[in-house]
C-alpha cells in the first residue's frame, strides 16, 4: 500500500507547519507527516519551512538571527488564507516529538540547510530522535545531501533520503552509494520507470506534492512507496476508492 505523508501536516487546509496541521494529519488518517526544520540564534531546532519569517508569520527576518523567545511570540498562521484558526506559535521539533507519544505516524524531518549552514544541526536533531526513541519512526531528508550522509554516520539506524528536483540518472544507484533506503523527487522527475526501478532495487520512492487526483491515481496504481501532498484527507478517499 502506498503511503500517505502530510505535507507540513495538511497545508492545504491548515496552516503549514503548525501543531493544527499536524493534528489535522493524525485525524484524517495520515500515516506520516512531513515537516522543515531551522537553527535558531540560540541553537534551538524549530519547524518551519522558510529561512525568514516573513511568508507565513507576521514578523520580519532570519531565524538565524532570531532568539526561540522571540519567534514564539510571532502569529505562525498570520499569512494563512483561511482566518478560521487560533494564533499559532511557530513549533519546536521537541514540541512535535512530544506530541508523537501519543501517536504511531511516520515522522519525515527535512533539514533546511541547503541554503543557512547551520552548524551542529545534524548532531543536535539525531540527539532529539534518539532521547525520545524515534529512531525507527523517522526520515531524515535535505536537498543537502552531504548532510543527510552525515546524519547516517551519527546514527545508521535512522532512515535518510536524498530530495531532488532535476532529472538524475538512475536515482536508485545513487541513492545506495549514500546509504540511503528512500528518494524523494519532485513529482515531476518521478517517471513510471524511475519509480518501478528504484523499488525493484529496495529503494523506496517518496514523490512531493501530489495535490491533484489524476496524480495521486497514477502514483497509488503504480504502487509507489509514498506520497507527499497537502492534501492527506483527499488523498485517503482515493486510495481507499481504488
Request: hydrophobic share 35%; aromatic share 8%.
Amino acid at each position: 500500500m502506498t503511503l500517505i505523508f502530510a505535507h507540513r501536516g495538511s497545508a492545504g487546509t491548515h496552516p503549514e507547519n503548525t501543531m493544527d496541521a499536524f493534528l489535522e494529519a493524525e485525524r484524517v488518517g495520515a500515516d506520516g507527516i512531513e515537516l522543515d526544520v531551522q537553527l535558531t540564534k540560540d541553537g534551538e531546532v524549530v519547524v518551519i519551512h522558510d529561512e525568514t519569517v516573513d511568508r507565513t508569520t507576521n514578523g520580519k527576518g532570519y531565524i538565524k538571527d532570531s532568539h526561540l523567545k522571540d519567534l514564539r511570540k510571532l502569529h505562525a498562521n498570520y499569512t494563512f488564507k483561511k482566518k478560521l484558526f487560533n494564533k499559532h506559535k511557530i513549533p519546536t521539533l521537541i514540541e512535535v516529538f512530544d506530541w508523537m507519544k501519543n501517536n504511531s505516524l511516520v515522522c519525515n524531518i527535512e533539514l533546511k540547510n541547503s541554503i543557512m549552514d547551520y552548524e551542529g544541526m545534524e548532531e543536535k536533531v539525531i540527539t532529539m530522535i534518539n532521547d525520545y526513541g524515534y529512531s525507527d519512526r523517522i526520515i531524515i531528508s535535505s536537498f543537502n545531501h552531504y548532510s543527510i550522509v552525515a546524519c547516517s554516520r551519527l546514527d545508521p539506524m535512522i532512515e535518510i533520503a536524498p530530495l531532488y528536483s532535476t532529472g538524475l540518472y538512475m536515482p536508485w544507484v545513487y541513492a545506495q552509494s549514500l546509504g540511503a533506503k528512500g528518494i524523494h523527487p519532485n513529482k515531476k522527475v518521478a517517471s513510471d520507470e524511475i519509480i518501478t526501478e528504484s523499488i525493484r532495487n529496495g529503494i523506496c520512492v517518496r514523490p512531493y506534492t501530489v495535490n491533484k487526483a489524476h496524480q495521486m491515481k497514477r502514483l497509488f496504481n503504480l504502487g509507489c512507496s509514498a506520497i507527499v501532498t497537502d492534501y492527506p484527507e483527499k488523498a485517503i478517499k482515493i486510495r481507499t476508492e481504488l
